[in-house]
């Protein structure tokens, strides 16, 4: 439709899935992600640890932030008109150019690109609140203009990032994090925005799959490079093996449990969408650990064989605890199914004092731990 006016759309809504145009914004991001794991992967090889995952974590913030901002007021607002579509595409805009930034922001704290990138982003998205605002009345007009006073504010604050000493910039860019996650909590106090929690579950899930297909891509890519340079492929198989099952793991752990069954209200879903800050970066962050690990097999990482196997053990850890804390947790029953996950992460984790199977043991364990839930699961329906 050419124009419609923006209105809420209904939490009780049947049959609410991914439209083509979420799907687009979502593969746009990958180039984002592709950028963000790319640069972790130099610092790495490097032994820039500190500076290499700090780096990571700032710039994979603007990445999700972005991306979870549309994902929340498209479910409560998504007309898929004209302006609406226009304004998606000015979003994509800035993506790219966010991406192109990522680079300079990473290596030489120069985010001059990335912020503009960003504020392109969050423009089109300000727009979007006043346009929902002028379509409500009372609470749910108040609530769209506090987000749109909230953009503008925290847009200021980036613009002025950019002028900091740059000694300095680390930590207010800290500071503007917290702002930037107040403005929902702000928002929305006296009224709850209509998104739908089927919907958003299946947004998370999707971009999780985005995520852990460009862990796969990119550790493809790394073992072919490594084959065709060095012929290493003994040294090679074990990785590539173990980071197979550690990825298809991940993605059989992760929808395992109805997440949608849990999102009845904004007090468990903030704190459900802000934890996964943490499980979209730990799932990125696997495949940055394999090429690591690849890199280190044929001799070209800087670092010693522990610190390589860190840099996948340690992502596959946390990415296993925080499913269990923000979802799984809620639908095991009994000490034995909560212990699954928890104990796994630390498993894995240990793997990284294993020496060169490191990788393959850990890929191991996470296949075990899909067996072992099965198992018990299974077992618990056949005694119900």
Known sequence: ??????????????????????????????????????????????????????????????????????????????????????????????????????????????????????LVMRLALTVQWLRAAAGEQGAAR?????????????????TALLAAPEHSRRWLFLVLVMAELLVPVIAER?????????HIAERYGLFTIIVLGETIAASTVAVQSAIDEHEALGELLPIAAGGLLLVFAAWWIYFAVPAHDRLRSN??????????????ASAAAIGAGIEVAIEHAVGKAHISALSANLSVTVPAALFLAFVWLLHSRHFKRGTAQQLVLPVAALVILACAWTGGLAVLWAGLVAAATVAVGVTLAQHERSGA
Do not use: K
């Open 1 to 118: 439709m050419t124009y419609v006016p923006m209105t809420s759309r209904s939490r009780d809504e049947g049959h609410r899935a991914s439209t083509p145009l979420e799907l687009f914004f979502d593969l746009c991001f990958v180039v984002a992600v592709a950028q963000a794991g790319r640069q972790l992967v130099h610092a790495l090889a490097e032994g820039h640890v500190g500076a290499g995952i700090t780096g990571y974590l700032f710039v994979f913030f603007g990445v999700w932030w972005a991306w979870m901002n549309f994902t929340w007021f498209a479910s409560a607002y998504d007309v898929d008109d004209v302006p609406y579509r226009l304004a998606t595409l000015v979003q994509i805009a800035g993506v790219l150019i966010y991406s192109a930034g990522i680079p300079r922001a990473f290596n030489d704290n120069d985010w001059t690109i990335a912020v503009g990138g960003y």
């Open 142 to 158: 108040r609530c769209a203009l506090t987000y749109a006073a909230g953009l503008v504010v925290c847009q200021a604050g980036w």
């Open 190 to 198: 006296g009224y709850q925005t209509q998104w739908h929690p089927r």
């Open 267 to 280: 007090r468990e879903a903030i704190p459900w969408g802000y934890g996964h800050f943490v499980i979209f």
